[in-house]
T-cell receptor, first 112, second 114 residues
Framework: RKEVEQDPGPFNVPEGATVAFNCTYS??????FFWYRQDCRKEPKLLMS???SGNEDGRFTAQLNRASQYISLLIRDSKLSDSATYLC?????????????FGKGTTLSVSS | DAGVTQSPTHLIKTRGQHVTLRCSPI?????VSWYQQVLGQGPQFIFQ???????GRGNFPDRFSARQFPNYSSELNVNALLLGDSALYLC?????????????FGSGTRLTVV
């Protein structure tokens, strides 16, 4: 089982749609969780951290379920500018040091 | 404030050659990590350095090595390049060593091995 698995995508949605991405992780000792956004041929950029209580930043809502080892990202009222690849990321500490483990990413394409 | 800076931005090398990639972290950040991102995949962890010491190593061959300097900048070295080493190499910096707040990435070095 891969350490971080995401919906394969791509997701093609019209402007204004609501879209949800899901992610599961395998290491129950994972400490912190993030969603990163990556535009084509650019570096990943932190979109938001994910907390057990759930958190919201404008049109974006992230949820974490530690019992199910499941993370989600909800985007409401999609904009053309939301088109990008969304990476689910888990912070894993241990003998290999501390590393962020990335999923393969889910591509979102928002059309007018 | 400058973000994480990486050099060079693009590089073309021949199989068997050696390459050195450079990274300067955000001012005040003491931890630098290196990632490799192959097309269509998420970034994969290569190394973490904190306070000039290696704190973590991913599942990469010994051809990959790195170091961190007293000013917290870092170099990633790859020997005996293979075609499969073609990728975007990302450097990330963080103030602390456990990345509770995530990283800031540089814009990367795109390495092509021919």
């Amino acid at each position: 089982r891969k350490e971080v698995e995401q919906d394969p995508g791509p997701f093609n949605v019209p402007e204004g749609a609501t879209v949800a991405f899901n992610c599961t992780y395998s290491n129950s000792a994972s400490q912190s969780f993030f969603w990163y956004r990556q535009d084509c041929r650019k570096e990943p950029k932190l979109l938001m951290s994910v907390y057990s209580s759930g958190n919201e930043d404008g049109r974006f809502t992230a949820q974490l379920n530690r019992a199910s080892q499941y993370i989600s990202l909800l985007i409401r009222d999609s904009k053309l500018s939301d088109s990008a690849t969304y990476l689910c990321v888990v912070n894993v500490g241990g003998q290999a040091g501390t590393a962020l483990i990335f999923g393969k990413g889910t591509t979102l394409s928002v059309s007018s | 404030d400058a973000g994480v800076t990486q050099s060079p931005t693009h590089l073309i090398k021949t199989r068997g050659q050696h390459v050195t990639l450079r990274c300067s972290p955000i001012s005040g950040h003491k931890s630098v990590s290196w990632y490799q991102q192959v097309l269509g995949q998420g970034p994969q962890f290569i190394f973490q350095y904190y306070e000039k010491e290696e704190r973590g190593r991913g599942n990469f061959p010994d051809r990959f090595s790195a170091r961190q300097f007293p000013n917290y900048s870092s170099e990633l070295n790859v020997n005996a390049l293979l075609l499969g080493d073609s990728a975007l190499y990302l450097c990330a910096s963080s103030f602390d060593w456990d990345f509770r707040y995530g990283y800031t990435f540089g814009s990367g070095t795109r390495l092509t091995v021919v």
